[in-house]
């Protein structure tokens, strides 16, 4: 009886048109990565760019507006395409028309609008076509990313003399990333803690580097976050150069996958002063994360690839669950069912990009999937445990 209920259930949900969560294809498939499926909350961000000031004086009001909608909405797309892009291909980004442009923006709020005779200044958010701009960039034969992680937690460490801090009130290598202006609409999205009582009595340096899990754990859980990166700066005297100040950075990642380190060296310049340096050096790990994050999850449009995948199922819930976190994907172009049941489904993938990209992009969904014994396996995380 309850699987007769699960499948007629199933039926009204994935063809009722007020329940379908992306549009609907040929042959049964669900096609993601429309402007429709943009919709998602992670996707929307990425293809909006809030709080753009303008202020243009012209020969009259009218004339100024117009002007500064022209330029606010060419200023919002470079935004965009270089918070989507890697930073080698910067010089290289299109300089679309401004007739093209407005065939790219969907939408423009104007805020704190105000206005003269010869003036006009507001605050815009401009909102873009998803697959426009992905025509745009393809006509130039640049890769890009739409997929945002989820946020990470930086600990700063700064370590002088064998001397450790972190919410220390001398650690200048702390106070080097909060003088950093750190987006939220990056596509690795970076979170600093914020030092008070409750952060101290949880955590301390020498247990972040230690990697005691339970301390992590927790200050990880007060800030919303499943990863901590912690960042130790190691300052030393490199006497063989002359005595100049020299920087190595340990990035130590902790999350529900373990444990990772990466050693990055550098070589910080004191000409304008220490506190300078590292926050230059702040700047430069946070890029160079982000880049990397890119790199990771590119899409590549010229490869139709896809897998079958099966997916575990506890009820009627978990299907919808999973379809709808599919659909939010950038990397997801469609997902066909090939059958399902009441302990499991059999689905199709078609993405964008290579698979360990895809691995990743899901991950960001609270989706796991693995090869497991030659066969693929999409789980919800909350059933990595089973």
């Known amino acids: 009886m309850w699987h007769r209920t699960f499948r007629i259930l199933f039926l009204l949900c994935l063809w009722s048109p007020g329940l379908a969560l992306a549009q609907s294809g040929p042959a049964g498939a669900v096609v993601a990565g429309s402007d429709a499926a943009a919709g998602s909350e992670v996707s929307a961000d990425i293809f909006t760019v809030q709080g753009l000031a303008v202020d243009v004086t012209a ?23 270089r918070r989507i892009t890697l930073r080698t291909d910067h010089l290289s980004l299109p300089d679309p028309s401004d007739d093209a ?3 790219i923006v969907a939408t423009v709020e104007v805020a704190k609008e105000k206005t003269s005779t010869i003036r006009y200044l507001a605050e815009l958010t401009v909102r873009f076509r998803r697959n426009a701009v992905r025509g745009l960039l393809r006509g130039v034969g640049i890769s890009f990313s739409e997929t945002r992680a989820k946020p990470i937690l ?6 002088k003399g064998a001397v450790l801090s972190l919410f220390e009130a001398g650690n200048v290598w702390r106070g080097a990333w909060q003088r950093l202006d750190l987006p939220a609409t990056s596509l690795l999205p970076l979170r600093l803690p914020m030092g008070d009582l409750q952060d101290i009595t949880t955590l301390t340096a020498a247990a972040a580097l230690a990697g005691k899990s339970k301390q992590l754990r927790a200050i990880a859980q007060r800030h919303g976050v499943e990863k ?8 030393r005297i490199d006497l063989a150069s002359g005595g100049v100040p020299q920087v190595q950075v340990n990035l130590l990642r902790y999350g529900p996958r373990g444990k990772s380190t990466e050693v990055l060296d550098y070589t910080a310049s004191v000409s304008g002063g220490l506190e300078q340096a590292l926050k230059n050096l702040a700047l430069r790990v946070a890029v160079d994360q982000e880049e990397q994050w890119k790199r990771r999850t590119q899409l590549t449009f010229g490869a139709d690839t896809s897998l079958s995948a099966l997916v575990p199922l506890s009820g009627l819930a978990d299907w919808l669950t999973v379809r709808q976190r599919l ?11 090939q059958g399902i049941s009441r302990q499991d489904a059999q689905v199709v993938i078609d993405y964008l990009g290579d698979t360990d990209s895809l691995v990743v992009s899901l991950a960001q969904r609270d989706l796991d999937l693995a090869l497991i014994d030659g066969f ?11």
């Open 59 to 81: 020969e009259s009001a009218v004339a100024a507006r117009r002007q500064a909608m022209r330029e606010g909405q060419r200023q919002a797309l470079n935004i965009l395409l």
């Open 101 to 103: 442009i407005t065939q």
């Open 154 to 159: 930086v600990l700063p460490i700064f370590e």
């Open 228 to 235: 901590v990166m912690v960042a130790h700066a190691v300052l």
């Open 327 to 337: 659909g939010a994907s950038a990397m997801v172009r469609s997902i066909k069912l």
């Open 376 to 386: 693929w396996m999409l789980r919800l995380a909350k059933d990595k445990a089973q």
